[in-house]
Every structure is written in C-alpha cells, then in structure tokens.
Nanobody
Framework: QVQLVESGGGLVQAGGSLRLSCAAS????????MGWFRQAPGKERESLAV????????VYLDSVKDRFTFSRDDAKSTVYLQMNSLKPEDTADYYC????????????????WGQGTQVTVSS
C-alpha cells in the first residue's frame, strides 16, 4: 500500500523554523510529482508547491516563496519542506501528496495523500 507520512510539525514561535518531512513508501517515488499543501482551520486547502521528478520546485503561494524551501531526496523517497521566518498565519495542517499529473490550473493532481502534520506558530 502507498503511504505518505509527514513528520516534523509542532509548535514554534514566530520567526522560527521547522523542517517537515514526508516519507513515501509503496510507490516508485522518482516517478511521482510531489506536492505540499496546507489547510488552516476554517480555510480552504492551499497548494504550496509541487516538486517535479527532477527536483525543481514550483512554488504557487506568494506568501511563502521567500521563506519556504521545497526539495526531494529520491534516494530516501522523501520530500522536505524547510520553513523559515514562520508567521502565525502559517499555522495549519501541512500535507504532502503524490501524483502523476498536473491539473488544468497547474497544481498537482494528487493520487495519494498523507495524514498531515500540524504546525502552530505562536506570536
């Protein structure tokens, strides 16, 4: 079975950093586009970025472009989200996803989802 397991979330003060990891199993990792998403309470899910098979990220959310770094390590079947200069508005559940195609809007058409890891940024 395909599993995506996020880790690294937690409570951090504004201005701090966290690195999230998403470990994938049960799929040929290098064949998949990997995406990061987040959803804050009462808000719609946001697509943060997609990392291509070549490791090139496409970051969709302007508010994180200068603070978040997206990467993948195919040898470890893991995708990472390095979050710096965290702000309270970054508080959300963060999800990784795997897919094989893009939607018409350019976002990842996810086939598999992780269960999420919570990030809380205090001020």
């Amino acid at each position: 079975q395909v599993q995506l397991v996020e880790s690294g979330g937690g409570l951090v003060q504004a201005g701090g950093s966290l690195r999230l990891s998403c470990a994938a199993s049960g799929l040929t990792f290098s064949n998949y586009l990997m995406g990061w998403f987040r959803q804050a309470p009462g808000k719609e899910r946001e697509s943060l970025a997609v990392i291509s098979g070549s490791g090139i990220p496409t970051v969709y959310l302007d508010s994180v472009k200068d603070r978040f770094t997206f990467s993948r390590d195919d040898a470890k079947s893991t995708v990472y989200l390095q979050m710096n200069s965290l702000k309270p508005e970054d508080t959300a559940d963060y999800y990784c996803a795997a897919g094989r195609a893009y939607r018409a809007n350019g976002r990842l058409a996810a086939d598999y989802w992780g269960q999420g890891t919570q990030v809380t940024v205090s001020s």
